[in-house]
């Protein structure tokens, strides 16, 4: 039963179609209204009746107007009264509405009429390939076919034997002339609950009617291309200009596209290409229907309500909120809703609020003391959208980092219902869109996914998944029956999201014409440490840089920026923040458990240091692994540009954060590394945070006192670099010390 039930559903040309919506288009060629068209003698006229306009029919209608097919619209906002055709027979309401329209053209023996179905259907070419595609047939009418007998399976073997191409008629879309036309609409009574294919059907297996009325069957798809079981078959052809659908069993290139069944997705994924949408050139739809900003003053822009969603341990947090708040865009605009599920993040969210939320229009915050999930926390977030009637709702997850100021205001310009801006994980195809969906409902790899994530393809794309971050044009919101739900069965509130809006026909659309910005890994985020952000050095590279590492440290790398040198080979450059910096020491203090200064020392193999400092190691507070990879990515980069020829392997078994202060150890003896080079990283500020300290060369009677936070010093551990350090005075000193390559 269930696969006869898929079956029922998948030959369905309204499958999609829900039971309070209908859309069908009738092009209709004659010469009596104000919308003739005469073509090569031919005459006609395009009718299409509709009671809802979704996403799926304003996408026909541009097809139609792309290709001069014009389209008068009959019936819009009517009651639909054909049944649920999503999951039943139906659609007799369709034969009802072309007999009404064909009325005062039922004598017009040379009059072409063509119907089809509008919410999955595309149209590919003009109409004079159309009508000759038509007279090549030598037929009165001609019905698109499909390989499954719907609704009525038993009638099947009464189908006239085919040798090429599908057997089955679909009443998705037909072309023909009135006078058969309007005979074949009023051959026999049929009510708006009944079924359309089964009407036109019985037709066509009567053989004297099919004779009488001189029907045909596309049986290769030359006029006609129903989806459903020919997905297989179908490529996309790519010319200079312009991208058609190309047949490849019968090497044809059909007129109209249909998606029937459950290929509805698909068709939406060729949507993105045909109908003139996309070229190797440019993406020509990108421009449709955009506006601009620019003309608006900041007092008139639109309200967005902005959810933020903290549902997890999450690197990162507090640049994600500051990223939130350096959005180009008039914060008196703005309202937010924040969500934190998890009380590592309260204290991140609490400094937030407290700086900036006078700058908004208004902030909401739901605690984690409060409990609430997420399934019910996006739904209040769309709520808060809802009261106030905002323009639109930006729903953003705390694993986006949106690097692009501009991002709100390019989605806004976009005008889409559902838009998502492009995000990847850094150096990986993990991006918050699928292009397709299997038949497990999960993630399957489109053709072009590669290529719209990676950029070689730019464009706004029609897909069926997003996630993480997205635009909802706020008219959705102020009716239920678009409005978008988080819960649907058992689905996760991603997927139950995503599953509502393709139950709605609403299309959901990636953008990648600009960088918006990034996804974070959340699934080795541990909040063991005060500051586990230190250790996201491998998973979220980026942003790990663009937190802890020196924003000059770029320009040291440069071949033509020279490299301080304050002693005979001791360079001096930047390299790490000063977050890194106060992080690093609070991680060590927050260990506590600093060595004695003596030579016995139990944590070295030998069990004796010949030259005793007050310190921790990097292995004991579990960041010997993530030190080791900061020295082979960042370190070896400036110490092949000052010393060149040797080629480091960046090993460093002496790797510790070094305490000088007057209280304790405030000076070291002269010594030599046990290294080949050594890095003298500075934690904290000369003359600010201490007095005092340095480090002294004593072959050469050179001194560097003047520390800077963040800065490194390098220099030759072993023979020429024989050094002390100086003592402190006052406060206290905190050094990062590695001897590499020992």
């Not at 939130?324 to 609490?350: C, M, Q, R, T, W």
């Not at 400036?638 to 150890?665: H, T």
Request: glycine share 6%; with cysteine; net charge negative.
């Amino acid at each position: 039963r269930q696969i006869h039930n898929l079956a029922k559903m998948a030959a369905r040309p309204e499958w999609a179609v829900f039971s309070a919506l209908l859309c069908v288009t009738f092009v209709v060629f004659c010469g009596v209204s104000a919308i003739d068209v005469k073509q090569e003698g031919t005459q006609f006229v395009t009718f299409t009746v509709a009671t809802d306009e979704t996403d799926g029919f304003k996408r026909f209608m541009k097809s139609a107007d792309k290709y001069h097919i014009p389209v008068k619209v009959l019936g819009m906002h009517q009651e639909w009264l054909g049944g649920d055709v999503q999951f039943d027979i139906g659609g007799g309401q369709k034969v009802l509405l072309l007999k009404e329209a064909l009325e005062n053209y039922k004598d017009a023996e040379d009059l072409i009429i063509m119907f089809s179905d509008s919410y999955d259907v595309i149209i590919t070419a003009d109409k004079e390939e159309i009508i000759r595609k038509f007279k090549d047939f030598n037929a009165r009418v001609v019905f698109g076919a499909e390989g499954f007998c719907w609704p009525d399976r038993t009638l099947a073997d009464l189908y006239p034997e085919v040798r090429l191409g599908k057997p089955y008629l679909n009443s998705g879309g037909f072309i023909g002339y009135a006078s058969e036309l309007y005979q074949i609409v009023t051959h026999t009574t049929i009510q708006n609950q009944h079924d359309d294919q089964l009407y036109y059907t019985r037709i066509f297996l009567n053989p004297e009617l099919r004779e009488k009325f001189g029907m045909k069957l596309d049986h290769t798809s030359e006029i006609f291309q129903n989806m459903n079981g020919a997905v297989a078959d179908l490529a996309l052809k790519f010319d200079d200009d312009k991208t058609r659908l190309r047949n490849r069993v019968y090497n044809t290139e059909p007129c109209i596209i249909h998606g029937n069944g459950p290929q509805k997705m698909v068709l939406n994924s060729i949507g993105n290409y045909v109908a003139d949408s996309w070229s190797f050139d440019e993406c020509h739809s990108c421009k449709e229907d955009t506006f601009s900003l620019k003309t608006y003053k900041k007092d008139d822009y639109p309200v967005v309500v902005i959810g933020l969603f903290i549902e997890q341990p999450t690197p990162f947090v507090p640049e994600f909120l500051n990223k939130i708040y350096s959005l180009d865009y008039p914060k008196k605009k703005i309202v937010l809703f924040i969500h934190n599920h998890e009380e590592h993040h309260a204290g991140h969210v609490e400094d937030f609020v407290k700086q900036y939320d006078r700058n908004y229009k208004a902030v909401r915050e739901v605690s984690p003391d409060m409990n609430m999930n997420q399934w019910y926390a996006r739904k209040q977030g769309l709520s808060e959208c809802i009261g106030i009637k905002c323009d639109y709702y930006f729903s953003v997850d705390a694993d986006v980092q949106l690097t692009n100021p501009n991002t709100l205001q390019l989605l806004i310009e976009q005008n889409r219902s559902v838009i998502t801006p492009m995000a990847t994980k850094h150096g990986k195809l993990w991006s918050n869109f699928w292009g397709a969906i299997g038949d497990d409902g999960f993630y399957a790899r489109s053709d072009d996914y590669i290529d719209v994530v990676q950029g070689t393809r730019k464009g706004v794309w029609n897909v069926p998944y997003i996630n993480n971050v997205y635009l909802i044009h706020g008219s959705l919101l102020q009716q239920p029956k678009t409005t978008p739900s988080f819960i649907v069965g058992q689905l996760d509130a991603d997927m139950a999201f995503c599953a509502s809006l393709r139950e709605k026909g609403i299309f959901m659309y990636v953008t990648n014409m600009d960088t918006f910005g990034r996804l974070t890994t959340t699934t080795t985020y541990s909040t063991d440490h005060l500051h586990p952000d230190m250790w996201q050095i491998y998973d979220n590279r980026p942003d790990w840089e663009e937190k802890y590492i020196h924003p000059d440290f770029y320009k040291m790398v440069d071949p033509n920026t020279e490299v301080e040198m304050p002693c005979p080979d001791v360079y001096w450059f930047p390299i790490v923040s000063e977050t890194f910096c106060t992080h690093l020491v609070e991680e060590m203090e927050n260990f506590g458990e600093w060595s004695s200064g003596r030579n016995e020392d139990p944590r070295l193999t030998t069990g004796y240091e010949n030259v005793p400092t007050v310190d921790i190691h990097m292995a004991q507070i579990g960041y010997e692994r993530e030190w080791l990879y900061f020295l082979r990515v960042y370190i070896t980069r400036l110490q092949e540009k000052v010393f060149l020829g040797y080629d480091s392997r960046a090993q460093a078994i002496m790797n510790f954060v070094v305490r000088y202060n007057p209280q304790e150890q405030y000076f070291l003896r002269p010594h030599h590394d046990s290294s080949t080079f050594t890095i003298n990283i500075a934690l904290n500020r000369a003359g600010l945070d201490f007095q005092g300290g340095g480090c002294r060369f004593l072959r050469y009677n050179c001194s560097v006192t003047d520390t800077k936070m963040g800065w490194c010093l390098m220099h030759p551990g072993r023979l020429t670099h024989y050094h002390e350090g100086l003592p402190v005075t006052n406060g206290t000193r905190y050094i990062m010390i590695s001897f590499v390559d020992p």
